[in-house]
């Protein structure tokens, strides 16, 4: 659905991705893991546009690649919430809300429910802990409906708690509606947790270097075989 073909981008003199290629399929989840300033976020901000100035080629469904085309969902690093407007009034933020506004309503209560963010729609992002902030940015992607999902490490400001709470209100949403997701992180737990397929690039300027199924996806904790398939991987990165 997404082909990613020879991807090069750089800031002046320093090369933050080099021949990068990634083929993503619709409904499948991607969790990309690499070390600090591989690239990662320089990744997701060429597919969401804010990034004009690259290398290579990307198409969506065999044609040639344009943000504005598609609808795209980013959680950036930073939530990327208004200060200044409501819980509510950043989850409606994507909307324009005469069209279908009862079938709308009603969808986005259902993700407010599952993300557990009721009661929060009337403070504003400054009022919030760092978990609920996340999952309101989640449920405004979620809400979206987006052909494709962005997420910048979205869970790695959280304590260990919050974000194992955080990932599974994630992947019972995502089981619903089966968006095409990339997610990025540097923690191989996660990545583990939350991927069907991991990516694992090497440090900057960043390339693929491991292409790797899940067997794990969507299988209840088994904590001993999900331990033993991290060491694997972090065998595989060769980091140091
Ligand atoms: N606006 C910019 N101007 C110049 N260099 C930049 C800019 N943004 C990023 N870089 C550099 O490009 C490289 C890749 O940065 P990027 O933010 O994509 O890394 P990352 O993999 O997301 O890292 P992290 O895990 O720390 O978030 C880094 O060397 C970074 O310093
Ligand atoms: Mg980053």
């Not at 999902?149 to 400001?157: C, G, N, Q, T, W």
């Not at 199924?213 to 694997?232: I, T």
Request: aromatic residues 10%; proline residues 4%; hydrophobic residues 35%.
């Amino acid at each position: 659905m997404l082909t990613i073909e020879n991807l090069s981008v750089r800031y002046g003199e320093t090369e933050a991705l080099n021949d990068f290629s990634l083929n993503i399929r619709k409904g499948n989840i991607y969790s990309l893991i690499g070390p600090s300033g591989c690239g990662k976020s320089t990744l997701l901000k060429v597919l969401c546009g804010i990034i004009k100035s690259f290398e290579g080629k990307i198409s969506f469904n065999d044609k040639p690649f344009n943000p504005n085309d598609i609808k795209i969902g980013y959680v950036p690093q930073q939530y990327g919430l208004l200060d200044w407007k409501t819980v509510k009034e950043n989850i409606y933020l994507p909307f324009k809300l005469d069209k279908d506004k009862e079938v709308i309503e009603k969808e986005i209560k259902e993700v407010i429910k599952s993300l557990e963010i009721d009661d929060l729609q009337n403070r504003y992002p400054s009022q919030l802990s760092g978990g609920q902030n996340q999952r309101v940015a989640l449920a405004r992607a979620f809400i979206s409906r987006p052909d494709i999902l962005l997420m910048d490490e979205p869970f790695s400001s959280l304590d260990t708690f919050t974000s194992a709470i955080s990932q599974r209100l994630f992947l019972s949403l995502w089981q619903k509606y089966k968006v095409t997701t990339l997610f990025i992180t540097h923690n191989i737990h996660e990545a583990v947790s939350i991927g069907e397929h991991i990516i694992i690039m090497s440090k900057a300027p960043g390339k693929i270097i491991h292409e790797i199924e899940n067997p794990l996806f969507n299988v209840e904790e088994y904590e001993e075989d999900k331990l033993k398939f991290v060491a694997s991987i972090i065998q595989k990165t060769g980091y140091r």
